[in-house]
């Protein structure tokens, strides 16, 4: 039987195939869409300028609090940067607010508050990661558009959460000026790479996150941000919001999972490619071919319930182990072609994330040299752990980055990244 034959014309019939994405054309489109966000016009991406750069040197042995607030976790530590490495004092990791039960605006300001207040008698500087949309303001504090990655805090568009916790912090006692600033997960990653990795020179910079959802940063001539009328030379961090990008083929099954979201018609690149969401679309196409009979009789792939990427993750490394997949599965021809069909939707969405990072390399214009690649700094599980999608990444940034656009990158990583990212942000901004 020829798997790959008969799962490659079944994902045509439906759009699902890696060969209705074009690279090029994607990033042709992708870049198109940056410039009209960048000049205030209609586009798919916000393009949100930050007002932070990635100028300046970290003074040592100066305590700030960094806070990660991310779609699964949230993480808080006093960050302190030495001549031997980074020092975190009093990390504490938990879930993120609404991820369990829904709350209102007042209650996560609130909680967070209580959160981070045995730390203030140490540190008046405080550097907030979060990773929702938001409106950052030229006093680096910022505006909440709102919260998605399915966590639920009502009340919150249109504050301005910097003040908020300013003002809750007072309530309860804590009297000094605190400066915050907010920022995004993609800003705190790439102004966390050269505080953690290869101090190399660079030819321009980005920030991935590639997790329970997505998002790209990346640095940008000051003259091309059209929205800010500078007449200036020098850069800007751009929080791209790039998980709202709508410029290319949204298959049946992407639509399918998009109508059963909780944000329907929204962050269709999010959803196609990120952990939260991936696994749904996998659902949709193994559950609508065991309906036309690409499997056994006896497999119960059609009665599967929504699963992620862990679990796609877990039958990808052990297709014949214990876990729901393999289970679905009756015959060996079963798991083949249920591996075949997850195969081609890893490929597909390694070829979006590719064009999400070409665009970025083609904007800024940067990576010309061997000797001097664009740094792209990577966070998130997804990327890191899911068997088989950080390769076939690499795979298409070789083929066409490097290939085809003669630009040269380099994918770095750390731990802590976000949180050292938050620090030096506060550090530098005060």
Same mark, same amino acid.
């Given at each position: 039987?020829?798997?790959?034959?008969?799962?490659?014309?079944?994902?045509?019939?439906?759009?699902?195939?890696?060969?209705?994405?074009?690279?090029?054309? @994607?990033?042709?489109?992708?870049?198109?869409?940056?410039?009209? @966000?960048?000049?205030?016009? /209609?586009?798919?991406?916000?393009? !949100?300028?930050?007002?932070?750069?990635?100028?300046?040197?970290?003074?040592?042995?100066?305590?700030?609090?960094?806070?990660?607030?991310? #779609?699964?976790?949230?993480? $808080?530590?006093?960050?302190?940067?030495?001549?031997?490495?980074? $020092?975190?004092?009093?990390?504490?990791?938990?879930?993120?607010?609404?991820?369990?039960?829904?709350?209102?605006?007042?209650?996560?300001?609130?909680?967070?508050?209580?959160?981070?207040?045995?730390?203030?008698?140490?540190?008046?500087?405080?550097?907030?990661?979060?990773?929702?949309?938001?409106?950052?303001? /030229?006093?680096?504090?910022?505006?909440?558009?709102?919260?998605?990655?399915?966590?639920?805090?009502?009340?919150?568009?249109?504050?301005?959460? #910097?003040?908020? &916790?300013?003002?809750?912090?007072?309530?309860? @006692?804590?009297?000094?000026?605190?400066?915050?600033?907010?920022?995004?997960?993609?800003?705190?990653?790439?102004?966390? =790479?050269?505080?953690?990795?290869?101090?190399?020179?660079?030819?321009?910079? !980005?920030?991935?996150?590639?997790?329970? #959802?997505?998002?790209?940063?990346?640095?940008?001539?000051?003259?091309?941000?059209?929205?800010?009328?500078?007449?200036?030379?020098?850069?800007?961090?751009?929080?791209?919001?790039?998980?709202?990008?709508?410029?290319?083929?949204? =298959?049946?099954?992407?639509?399918?999972?998009?109508?059963?979201?909780?944000? /329907?018609?929204?962050?269709?690149?999010?959803?196609?490619?990120?952990?939260?969401?991936?696994?749904?679309?996998?659902?949709?196409?193994?559950?609508?071919?065991?309906?036309? #009979?690409?499997?056994?009789?006896?497999?119960?792939?059609?009665?599967?319930?929504?699963?992620?990427?862990?679990? +796609?993750?877990?039958?990808?490394?052990?297709?014949?182990?214990?876990?729901?997949?393999?289970?679905?599965?009756?015959?060996?021809?079963?798991?083949?072609?249920?591996?075949?069909?997850?195969?081609?939707? !890893?490929?597909?969405?390694?070829?979006? $994330?590719?064009?999400?990072?070409?665009?970025?390399?083609?904007?800024?214009?940067?990576?010309?040299? +061997?000797?001097? /690649?664009?740094?792209?700094? $990577?966070?998130?599980?997804?990327?890191?752990?899911?068997?088989?999608?950080?390769?076939?990444?690499?795979?298409?940034?070789?083929?066409?980055? +490097?290939?085809?656009?003669?630009?040269?990158?380099?994918?770095? @990583?750390?731990?802590? +990244?976000?949180?050292? =990212?938050?620090? &030096?942000?506060?550090?530098?901004?005060?």
């Amino acid at each position: 039987m020829d798997f790959k034959k008969i799962a490659g014309e079944f994902l045509l019939k439906y759009q699902q195939h890696p060969d209705n994405i074009s690279l090029k054309k @994607g990033t042709e489109a992708m870049v198109e869409e940056m410039k009209k @966000g960048l000049n205030s016009e /209609p586009s798919s991406l916000m393009m !949100i300028p930050t007002y932070l750069s990635t100028e300046g040197s970290v003074p040592l042995n100066e305590p700030s609090l960094a806070i990660d607030a991310g #779609g699964s976790n949230l993480r $808080v530590s006093l960050v302190t940067f030495t001549k031997d490495g980074i $020092v975190l004092d009093g990390l504490k990791k938990q879930k993120m607010f609404g991820t369990e039960k829904e709350m209102t605006n007042e209650e996560f300001i609130e909680e967070l508050t209580q959160l981070i207040l045995p730390y203030m008698d140490k540190t008046s500087d405080i550097g907030f990661c979060f990773s929702f949309p938001s409106e950052i303001l /030229p006093n680096k504090d910022g505006r909440v558009i709102g919260f998605n990655k399915d966590v639920k805090i009502t009340g919150a568009e249109n504050t301005i959460l #910097g003040e908020e &916790i300013r003002a809750c912090l007072k309530k309860h @006692g804590v009297n000094k000026d605190i400066d915050i600033v907010i920022l995004n997960d993609t800003v705190s990653t790439l102004l966390g =790479g050269p505080a953690i990795a290869d101090p190399r020179m660079v030819d321009g910079q !980005i920030g991935l996150i590639l997790g329970t #959802g997505t998002n790209t940063a990346y640095s940008e001539n000051l003259r091309e941000i059209k929205k800010l009328n500078c007449d200036k030379d020098g850069k800007m961090i751009i929080n791209m919001e790039s998980g709202g990008f709508d410029q290319f083929p949204f =298959g049946e099954f992407d639509k399918r999972m998009d109508a059963k979201s909780s944000n /329907p018609g929204e962050h269709k690149f999010e959803k196609c490619v990120s952990g939260i969401y991936l696994g749904n679309v996998i659902t949709e196409t193994l559950k609508q071919a065991a309906l036309e #009979g690409l499997f056994s009789e006896k497999n119960t792939i059609a009665s599967l319930p929504s699963f992620g990427m862990s679990e +796609v993750d877990k039958f990808l490394r052990a297709p014949y182990g214990d876990n729901m997949l393999a289970k679905a599965c009756a015959t060996e021809d079963d798991v083949e072609m249920m591996s075949t069909f997850i195969d081609y939707a !890893i490929e597909r969405a390694a070829k979006l $994330v590719v064009i999400n990072i070409a665009a970025c390399i083609v904007k800024m214009d940067g990576g010309k040299k +061997v000797s001097a /690649p664009v740094r792209v700094m $990577v966070e998130g599980s997804t990327f890191y752990k899911c068997y088989g999608y950080k390769e076939r990444i690499e795979y298409y940034m070789q083929d066409y980055v +490097v290939n085809t656009l003669h630009r040269h990158y380099s994918f770095v @990583g750390g731990d802590d +990244v976000n949180l050292a =990212g938050s620090a &030096i942000a506060a550090i530098l901004n005060r």
